[in-house]
């Protein structure tokens, strides 16, 4: 990284230089675009850890404390971004795509613990050997975080609703550099708040779904193939 690139910023934190990626870099152009649109930020940071993310979101506050408070920040995971808000112009993009875990807790329960940087294909293939599935978006490559957090429509929405309808409860890093997880119980109004506020009130880092599960449906008519749908759950 080129140290001389934010020269009127802050110091970068050592923790941060090891994920830092600036327009010298490699991996630059891969980073700073979705599919809509392409950003000249002046720093990205890619997380591999909830540390990083806590590290990121409180070197922008002292950024933006001591520069400008009209720095862009965005955060990334898939990139897919139909919103166009996961990239920016001059400013800092937070990349959680290593943030990407899929953990089926209780498949008796349909219960699954995602990482934000996870994506949907990635997801439905772990859940396949469970017979498990989430009504989530239509493209493999869309990142959880983005369409957790902004509503969630694809093609089962009219029989299982939005993605955020599934959403148990979430972890996530507030402004002020503190892990929360919420839920209807635990500090519910956040809890409202990030199912369809994308980002706006912290950095989601993982949530915990209630999947819907597949089942075999019985028919006299012979077909060469089986045919799954989905379990009520009403």
Known sequence: MNNDVNATWPKLPVALKKIAIDPTSDDYELMCSNYFVTGRPKLILRATTERDVIASIQYVKKIRESVSHSIPFSFRSGGHGISMASVNDDGIILDISQLNSVTVTDAEQGLV????????????????????????????????????????????????????????????????????????????????????????????????????????????????FTVQTIESQT
Not at 117 to 146: C, H, K, M, Q, Y
Not at 179 to 185: E, F, G, M, S
Request: charged residues 20%; negative net charge.
């Open 113 to 224: 613990q995602i990482q934000a940087g996870a994506v949907w294909g990635d997801v439905a293939e772990a859940l396949r050997p469970f017979n498990l599935i989430i009504s989530s978006g239509d493209f493999g490559d869309t990142g959880v975080g983005g369409l957790a957090t902004g509503g969630g429509i694809g093609s089962l929405v009219r029989r299982l609703g939005l993605t955020i309808d599934h959403i148990v409860s979430a972890r996530l890093v507030t402004a002020d550099g503190e892990i929360r997880v919420t839920d209807h119980q635990k500090y519910p109004d956040l809890f409202w708040g990030i199912r369809g506020g994308n980002s706006q009130l912290g950095m989601v880092t993982a949530f915990t779904f209630k999947a819907s599960k597949l089942v075999e449906e019985k028919s006299d008519i012979s077909l060469p």
